[in-house]
């Protein structure tokens, strides 16, 4: 029975991802408009922070309890499944447009706090200490005041041809919320009965952080740009992932290494060669400004190997 009941707050958990992620999508959008900020900026600030809030709910957690290797698993799986499943499955539900100036310096600095953290990995070799997570919580805390001033300056001028009515931005702004609260809301249930049933089968804690933890983490990612990308708002999906892996490193794992010192696992070190090379891929594609089912179908096929590679060849 109880096999049972967490397979149906799984379920649960699903639903309220769901509609919390088309909620959120239409209220940022709509904010945006109002505001006349580029949906670009919102999908790296907002869109992304929202659909965060889970990996840093369950990394500080996992933190405090003393199980470092999900935490910082979570983090690096989470932005894994973000480049190759989220990307790959939105790619596949229609071909992605990318504005790659926009989005090029976002993916360059994604890839630089991971190549910073894959050095911390190889150097302090046992635990990160929390001065290192004090760089990466110092790092985005810029990076955010950077996006913000960024956004003030391109505020897109009004276009009366092409006047739309907007909902009050009271109303956008409580939909915002209740769009985070059903996403984080389901991302726990997702995230905690997942852990459970794996737990039952005797599954280690790192391959908990880089599988099951990490999708369910990263689930709110998958369907609000899947979401976005079936409603035509191509750059809150895109800038969904990038700003997302960006949250990831530099205020996730930035956050839960303040609270704790973060363990390293050896593993770790191939699990982040694999991220740094998946992000490159991932700019590789972008710069075609455009990508296609084809390059969706490559991203979702890497994953599925990298998948079989954790699971079943490293210890």
Request: glycine content about 8%.
């Amino acid at each position: 029975m109880g096999i049972l009941l967490q397979f149906a707050l799984l379920i649960l958990g699903f639903v309220l991802l769901i509609k919390g992620a088309d909620i959120f999508v239409d209220a940022s959008v709509n904010i945006a408009k109002i505001l006349k900020i580029p949906s670009i900026i919102i999908g790296l600030t907002i869109v992304a922070l929202g659909t965060s809030l889970p990996e840093a709910v369950v990394s500080v957690s996992a933190a405090l309890s003393g199980s470092t290797d999900i935490a910082v698993g979570n983090v690096v799986g989470s932005n894994l499944f973000n480049l190759l499943i989220v990307v790959g499955f939105s790619a596949l539900v229609a071909p992605l447009a990318v504005h790659f100036a926009e989005i090029s310096k976002d993916t360059w600095l994604s890839i630089a706090a991971t190549a910073v953290l894959l050095l911390m990995t190889i150097f302090f070799v046992d635990e990160i200490p929390r001065w290192g997570g004090t760089i990466f919580l110092a790092a985005f805390i810029v990076y955010i005041i950077i996006v913000v001033r960024n956004a003030l300056k391109h505020r897109v001028a009004d276009n009366p041809a092409a006047e739309e009515k907007h909902k009050p931005m009271i109303n956008s702004i409580f939909f915002t919320i209740i769009g985070i609260a059903l996403i984080v809301a389901g991302g726990q249930l997702t995230v905690t009965n997942a852990v459970a049933i794996a737990q039952a089968f005797a599954i280690s804690e790192r391959i908990i952080g880089l599988t099951i933890v990490a999708m369910g983490t990263s689930l709110p990612e998958l369907v609000t740009s899947v979401v976005a990308c079936a409603k035509g708002e191509n750059d809150i999906a895109i800038g969904n992932v990038v700003g997302s892996n960006i949250f990831n490193i530099l205020f996730v794992l930035g956050l839960t290494g303040v609270v704790m010192p973060l363990a390293i696992n050896p593993s770790l070190v191939v699990d982040l060669g694999v991220l740094i090379a998946s992000s490159l891929l991932f700019l590789l594609f972008a710069f075609r400004a455009k990508i296609g089912r084809f390059e969706g179908a490559t991203f979702v096929l890497v994953y599925a190997a990298y998948m079989v590679v954790i699971i079943f060849v490293q210890p």
